[in-house]
């Protein structure tokens, strides 16, 4: 005897598969975003188009994050590109009440405090872009060139570990991305496994 009830099992199980929101294509047009800045101004992605732009997603309390920022790895990234024309902006998608949320407020303490050298702090409490690029960790790199092309997306560097230690010995991947494309070379690694603390949506 057949069982009636499959098909309607199954519709229910359709139902809770989660959607998938991420447009973020590499070699594709970056999506267009227009967030509010830690002074409070918006600011879009469009109005950096002509230059290389570096997107962070960052949460100051995860330990993959503090590994980066307690060695000055990420502040030394941020200053040796941004210092060649490069916009780095560090994007915070924690929703209100999570670990690492940043308000206009401690956003400015973060870079203060941390010596920090991006070209804006984003605040994404909604998620919203943060979804659109499937950001999935802190870190999880961006790079588009200035045609607006996504030209890499994953990890900061190959060792996917907190222990500052590794820094020294792993491949960056960013500042390799960044080299070729600055050069006019194709980017050799365009997408990597990101690793760190989920994004506290």
Same mark, same amino acid.
């Given at each position: 005897?057949?069982?009636?009830?499959?098909?309607?099992?199954?519709?229910?199980?359709?139902?809770?598969?989660?959607?998938?929101?991420?447009?973020?294509?590499?070699?594709?047009?970056?999506?267009?975003?227009?967030?509010?800045?830690?002074?409070?101004?918006?600011? =879009?992605?469009?109005?950096? /188009? @002509? $230059?290389?732009?570096?997107?962070?997603?960052?949460?100051? #309390?995860?330990?993959?994050?503090?590994?980066?920022?307690? =060695?000055?790895?990420?502040?030394?990234? $941020?200053?040796?590109?941004? @210092?060649?024309?490069?916009?780095?902006?560090?994007?915070? =998608?924690?929703?209100? @009440?999570? $670990?690492?949320?940043?308000?206009?407020?401690? &956003?400015?303490?973060?870079? /203060?405090?941390?010596?920090?050298?991006?070209?804006?702090?984003?605040?994404?409490?909604?998620? &919203?872009?943060?979804?659109?690029?499937?950001?999935?960790?802190?870190?999880?790199?961006?790079? *588009?060139?200035?045609? @607006?092309?996504?030209?890499?997306?994953?990890? *900061?560097?190959?060792?996917?570990? =907190? #222990?500052?230690?590794? *820094?020294?010995?792993?491949?960056?991947?960013?500042?390799?991305?960044?080299?070729?494309?600055?050069?006019?070379?194709?980017?050799?690694? /365009?997408?990597?496994?990101?690793?760190?603390?989920?994004?506290?949506?």
């Amino acid at each position: 005897m057949k069982n009636r009830n499959v098909p309607i099992f199954l519709s229910g199980l359709l139902l809770v598969v989660p959607v998938c929101w991420a447009e973020a294509v590499v070699g594709e047009s970056a999506p267009e975003f227009t967030l509010t800045d830690m002074t409070g101004t918006q600011q =879009s992605l469009s109005e950096f /188009k @002509g $230059q290389f732009t570096v997107l962070e997603w960052v949460n100051p #309390d995860c330990p993959f994050v503090r590994k980066h920022y307690d =060695s000055g790895n990420m502040q030394q990234l $941020q200053q040796r590109y941004t @210092g060649q024309g490069v916009v780095w902006l560090s994007i915070n =998608s924690s929703a209100a @009440g999570k $670990q690492g949320h940043l308000t206009t407020e401690t &956003a400015q303490q973060f870079v /203060k405090e941390r010596v920090a050298h991006p070209t804006a702090v984003l605040l994404d409490p909604d998620g &919203a872009v943060g979804r659109r690029y499937g950001a999935k960790t802190t870190p999880h790199m961006f790079i *588009i060139d200035p045609k @607006g092309i996504l030209i890499y997306a994953g990890a *900061i560097d190959d060792i996917a570990s =907190s #222990d500052p230690s590794d *820094i020294p010995k792993a491949v960056n991947y960013v500042a390799a991305a960044l080299e070729e494309a600055m050069a006019g070379r194709t980017v050799s690694v /365009k997408e990597s496994r990101p690793y760190g603390c989920s994004v506290k949506y």
